[in-house]
């Protein structure tokens, strides 16, 4: 069996935590002789800046370029709040986005039965719950030029972020959702304020267009993104796919996330384009949670959000969707076990530790 | 007794509805004495671009400079899908708050305890729910230049957003939202995304250079706008007044106004500044829903969020605070009778029409 490039880079807090659960999987995955997983680890986040005084380091990005996957786990924290804004943490997680080239931000928002009470919602509006967000992440406000602040000749401070879109960027992520859809719940919701913004106008002609030429079969809706931030709160079932740009999606993608009440639960996918001549493509994997500083080196994270990105991985860049089942099936079992960790205990119940939770997964697989 | 001008713009769909509930709230304050409200009418939204081909006419737009305060309905509907992009009904909007200077958007997210079982959120996470969010209304991506779509040599096009500000635009809406604190629970939130945005990090540096100089007593928390969308789902009461840009208030206020299960109910104001000579500030008022073409012209809109509005232009335009404290009593006295409207009636329940709560609210004051 040829052998699969992973690259860790579990970046600061909890990212470290968690990334260590990943590392025993793989090491029993490859014992089993399903997979030949080589990893290779670097830094990234603020332990890169404390290392090398930036965010990513060339080599690791060399790292990243050369791999067949990315494993993240999180980055920042207040040690770094007042590191230079070119060199702080996030600026390495964008790195990676923007030179691979990780244009499809794929973050599903489940709610698991077993945690369903765990929700700030109402049982019945998060029970069986399950949207997908495609969120563009390699254009729009976070990446335009100009980005900068500028001194006034009346010493004001002027500052400025671009919101840019091109037709390709939006065909191509509006291709990533409808894609989904065909294979879940057929319906799209593109989400934009195409009342306020012209990147909006184009978002909604692009994905109009697309949709009219290739998948007419799929249902499609248009709505603004203020009233999908409501309508995610008041009815969230009524979604299955929603595709968005960058700022909206992670606006979006946040409060959805929420609603499951599993947020240590959550991957996600980063999907760049699938090149034409090795059939390849690159990936990042990642929690939807962050390096959370305040439970950081004390065993208290909840590492499932992160074993469930790697199956992502297996499904998405190595095509092993029967291991990636399995995987799912193993967590869903620890949760039917009753283990908890701290982040979806309910009052009073006994949490269990990251490697607690870790070794029952392995343990169901 | 002066007479106080007040100019009217119902707009459209539900718009009209609900404001002629306010007609009859003031003729009735008229016929008491308590004021002398001189009003005008005119048209915005699809309703002016059925008379003009515009979004607001200049003569209406005049009336509205010279009016003490403006009432506005709401606009927009299907009918208008296709208007160009300059006359779209959103446009009269924009404008007035634009050209009026009304850079100070309150949204006040509360939840009335008759209607806490109307939330999507468990009762315990919204009762006694009572935020305030503080929107900059004339600056950011809603009216940064550029803003334009043009066509590449490739044909692809190109559409461009540009979000700016200003010191003084950031010094000014934090004044405002921590004057407010200062009454209220003596908390900001100033929420932006200083990890990816330029205007994030002048954001940032201004609102805390105001806080130190100026409400030290005041306590100020930062936080990313997608964790505070979270948030917001997660624990609401955590939140007194949250401070934010014009895109993120946008959202963010959506998502507020959801929580309380009130979307019907809720009121806002946006302010200008107070001219120095004058004493007198530019002011609109508004209700955060907009207008619910799907339900407009059957009598079955809640009038409340309007006629709440009028009550916060008694309170910031008028200072007539008595008065005002005595329409929210009728507004409550009118619920806790069990008088509800189709948007907040409980299954089953049989709902009251537009002007028969109307008539309860002024029955009650
Ligand atoms: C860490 C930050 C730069 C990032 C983003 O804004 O994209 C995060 O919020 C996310 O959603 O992945
Ligand atoms: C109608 C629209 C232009 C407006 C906005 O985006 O500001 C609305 O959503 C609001 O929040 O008042």
Redesign the interface.
């Known amino acids: 069996m040829a052998t699969q490039k992973l690259l860790l880079l579990p970046g600061d807090g909890i990212g470290v935590e968690v990334m260590a659960e990943v590392k025993r999987l793989i090491a029993f995955l490859n014992k089993t002789g399903l997979t030949a997983f080589e990893t290779e680890e670097d830094l990234v986040g603020g332990a890169a800046y404390d290392a090398h005084g930036k965010a990513i380091s060339d080599a690791a990005m060399g790292l990243a370029q050369a791999a067949d996957a990315v494993m993240f786990g999180a980055v920042?924290g207040p040690k770094w709040a007042d590191v230079p804004?070119a060199a702080?943490p996030?600026a390495g997680l964008?790195r990676l986005r923007k030179d691979l080239g990780l244009f499809a931000n794929l973050r599903p928002a489940v709610c698991y039965p077993a945690l369903a009470d765990a929700s700030?919602?109402?049982r019945e509006?998060v029970e069986g719950l399950d949207i997908m967000i495609v969120r563009e992440l390699t254009g729009g406000?976070?990446f335009?030029e100009p980005?900068?602040?500028v001194t006034?000749e009346n010493g004001?401070?002027?500052?400025?972020?671009?919101?840019?879109?091109?037709?390709?960027e939006i065909e191509r992520i509006a291709r990533v959702a409808f894609d989904l859809a065909k294979v879940r719940g057929n319906l799209v919701h593109s989400s934009e304020?195409h009342?306020?913004?012209?990147?909006g106008?184009?978002?909604k002609q692009?994905v109009t267009a697309v949709h009219k030429a290739e998948y007419p079969e799929v249902k499609l809706e248009h709505i603004l993104?203020?009233?999908c931030?409501?309508q995610?709160?008041?009815?969230p079932k009524q979604f299955d796919v929603i595709v968005c740009d960058n700022?909206?999606g992670?606006?979006l993608s946040?409060?959805a996330?929420?609603?499951t009440g599993s947020?240590g639960m959550l991957p996600s996918a980063s999907l760049g384009a699938t090149d034409p001549t090795t059939g390849k493509r690159k990936a990042m994997y990642e929690p939807v949670h962050g390096s959370a500083p305040d439970i950081a080196g004390r065993g208290l994270a909840n590492p499932i959000a992160t074993l469930a990105s790697f199956g992502m991985a297996l499904r998405y860049s190595f095509g092993l969707a029967e291991a990636a089942d399995r995987l799912d099936a193993a967590i869903a079992a620890a949760l039917d076990e009753g283990l908890r960790t701290k982040d979806i205990a309910s009052a009073g119940q006994n949490a269990v530790s990251t490697s607690e939770m870790g070794s029952a997964v392995l343990k169901a697989l």
């Open positions: 920042g804004y702080r996030e964008l700030s919602l109402k509006l406000v976070y335009g980005k900068e602040i006034l004001e401070k002027r500052a400025v972020d671009t919101q840019v879109y091109t037709t390709h304020k009342n306020v913004m012209k990147s106008v184009l978002w692009v993104a203020d009233n931030g409501m995610l709160v008041r009815t700022l909206f992670d606006m946040d409060v996330a929420m609603l947020l």
